[in-house]
């Protein structure tokens, strides 16, 4: 089973940070890699697909990065509605797994 | 504009099976371009994958849960389940069904139910 590990599972940060959240995963999963925002109370949003591509309508603060095994999601200026958990995701055909999950604080 | 709800009771005793729905509207269950997914997070911890349905009729488990879980589709109502048996403590969570789409490839799930809570509790 490919295993997910997110780090940091915290993180505090001002508005207009740059932030950065690291996904890891225990095998290579080429770009198969999706990232969500959920605030609490909330479902999951899609923000990144196949690891760099940007879901229509979401900011473009928003990227991400990587493949393989190392990949990325950065918020190139945090804004207020940016606080929530960040979840990175692989998927494919005959399994899912996520990531442990980054909580974004206010600073 | 697509929306699912889960709909099941919200308290299920030990041992028992937990029995959820996801009605689909705005979509169709039968079509080949989507699957359809069911996906937990139990209290203040993070999102755990259950389970997916493709049109085909193929699912695929969470190897953890695998012995336990049963999902299906019922094309006549337009809706999708979830079965978990033998359910314990640890299976409370709040239940959420999702769609993903098959564009050659399977894509990431770009709609979610709102969740419903299921508390495993005598």
């Known amino acids: 089973d490919i295993q997910m590990t997110q780090s940091p599972s915290t993180l505090s940060a001002s508005v207009g940070d740059r932030v950065t959240v690291t996904c890891r995963a225990s095998q290579s999963i080429s770009s198969w890699l999706a990232w969500y925002q959920q605030k609490p109370g909330k479902a999951p949003k899609l923000l990144i697909y196949?690891?760099?591509s940007l879901e229509g309508g979401v900011p473009s603060r928003f990227s991400g990065s990587g493949s393989g095994t190392e990949f990325t999601l950065t918020i190139s200026s945090l804004q207020p509605d940016d606080f929530a958990s960040y979840y990175c995701?692989?998927?494919?055909?005959?399994?899912?797994?996520f990531g442990g999950g980054t909580k974004v604080e206010i600073k | 504009q697509l929306q699912l709800q889960e709909s099941g009771p919200g308290l299920v005793k030990p041992s028992e099976t937990l029995s959820l729905t996801c009605s689909v509207s705005?979509?169709?269950?039968?079509?080949?371009?989507?699957?359809w997914g069911w996906i937990r997070q139990p209290p203040g911890k993070g999102l755990e994958w259950i389970g997916n349905?493709?049109?085909?009729?193929?699912?695929y488990y969470n190897p953890s849960l695998n012995s336990r879980v049963t999902i299906s589709v019922d094309t006549s109502k337009n809706q999708f389940s979830l079965k978990l048996n033998s359910v314990t403590a640890a299976d409370t969570a709040v239940y959420s069904c999702?769609?993903?789409?098959?564009?050659?490839?399977?894509?990431?799930?770009?709609?979610w139910g709102q969740g419903t809570q299921v508390i495993v509790s005598s």
């Open positions: 705005g979509g169709s269950v039968r079509s080949s371009d989507y699957y």
């Open positions: 196949k690891a760099s």
């Open positions: 349905i493709y049109y085909s009729g193929s699912t």
């Open positions: 999702a769609r993903g789409a098959v564009i050659g490839r399977v894509t990431p799930y770009d709609h």
């Open positions: 995701q692989h998927y494919s055909t005959y399994s899912v797994t």
